[in-house]
Each structure stands twice: as C-alpha cells, then as structure tokens.
C-alpha cells in the first residue's frame, strides 16, 4: 500500500508551529542548577545509562562521586575503569545482594555504612554529578529512613548533579526528581537461557 504524501505546505506549517514552541520552551529554560535524574523501571540499562553521564561529565573535566548499593564483589568492567580517573570517587556496598546474605541485620547495617558514604558525596561541593546507583531497593526493603535519604537529597549543594538507579521507585522520590525515565523490558537474553554477558552486563 502506498504511502499517503502529506500536503507540503500543511506540513510546513505545522513544523514551523513545532519549532516555535519548542524555541519558546528553550528560551524559558535558563535556570542552571543541579538536576536530579531519576531512572527506574524493570528493563536493562538503568546503571549503564548513569555509566554514560559520568562519562560525558569526565569528559567535560567535572568530578564524579558513585556509591553502588547491592553490587557487593561483584567485578565489573566500569569499576575497573572509572576508578582509576582522578576526578572520579567510588564506593560499593559490601554486602552485595540482599537475596545472597538472607540477613535483615546485615542488609541494614550495610546499608547505613553505604549511606553515610553518600552523604558525605551529598555534601561535598567538589562534586558535580553524584551517582547513586541501586538506591531505590534500599527505599523499598525500607532498610533506610525515607525522610533521611529524601532530605539529604534536597540539601545537596544547588549545582551538584544527582543520578538515582533502580527498580520500584518510591512516589516521593519521583515527586521530587526533574527528570525520571522508567526503562520497560520488553524481553530479557537470560530469560532464554543465556548468561550475564562481559562487557555488556559486567
């Protein structure tokens, strides 16, 4: 079936129309501030797109702080990399998964050690961007305060960057997040059977 060609001069219009309320949109967002970004959703690729903003802010010679909650030993090829960056600090939860320990306890408690790493990212003015990768399980297994983790989020320095990782993201943290992307599986390679993948996984 042949495709129906839209009348030039309407489609002209409309674009033109198009470009004028984007331009306008533009010109309105000057403010220059901190952003918080918020990527959740069950698909793959929440951690690999933060991977991808500290790259480009490295990049950009700006200073990065990381703190992945759940990834415990796990060897993955971005630690390898980024932490040898000099503009680059990061930490890992240590006890990994909490589906490996099986231990409230434990999982709080390396919980809490985790977050007072990210505070003191939180609060460093040093930092422009500051990940937190995985964060949203400990918001959900409620191994954290919310209203702790949610005021230090907003007391952050103005300019500082944020990026929050996970899964079941929190109503609040959605609330109080610029920009959230929800990430949809469509389907899944281990799913069919096949292995975390080097260099696309880990």
């Known amino acids: 079936?042949?495709?129906v060609q839209k009348d030039p001069q309407k489609h002209a219009e409309r674009m033109r129309k198009i470009k004028q309320h984007v331009?306008?949109?533009?010109?309105?967002?000057?403010e220059n501030k901190g952003t918080f970004v918020l990527l959740t959703g069950n698909g793959?690729?929440?951690?690999?797109?933060a991977l991808g903003m500290i790259a480009r802010a490295l990049g950009h010679d700006m200073k990065?702080?990381?703190?992945?909650?759940?990834?415990?030993e796990w060897n993955t090829g971005e630690?390898?990399?980024?932490?040898?960056?000099?503009n680059v600090i990061w930490h890992i939860m240590d006890s990994g998964f909490t589906w490996e320990t099986q231990n409230?306890?434990?999982d709080i408690q390396s919980s809490e050690q985790a977050w007072q790493k990210a505070e003191s990212l939180l609060k460093n003015t040093e930092l422009d961007i500051v990940v937190l990768d995985e964060l949203t399980y400990l918001l959900h297994y409620e191994y954290l305060d919310?209203?702790?983790?949610?005021?230090a989020l907003v007391n952050r320095p103005d300019t500082q960057h944020l990026i929050v990782t996970g899964r079941g993201a929190t109503e609040s943290l959605i609330e109080l997040a610029d920009t959230v992307s929800e990430i949809k599986e469509i389907?899944?390679?281990?799913?069919r059977g096949i292995k975390a993948q080097k260099g696309l996984e880990f």
């Open 104 to 106: 409230r306890e434990q």
């Open 1 to 3: 079936m042949a495709k």
């Open 64 to 72: 990065v702080g990381v703190v992945q909650f759940l990834k415990g």
């Open 23 to 30: 331009d306008k949109r533009i010109a309105k967002a000057q």
């Open 187 to 191: 389907k899944h390679a281990f799913k």
């Open 79 to 86: 630690i390898e990399f980024f932490k040898q960056h000099p």
């Open 146 to 151: 919310e209203d702790t983790v949610l005021t």
């Open 44 to 49: 793959k690729g929440k951690s690999s797109s």
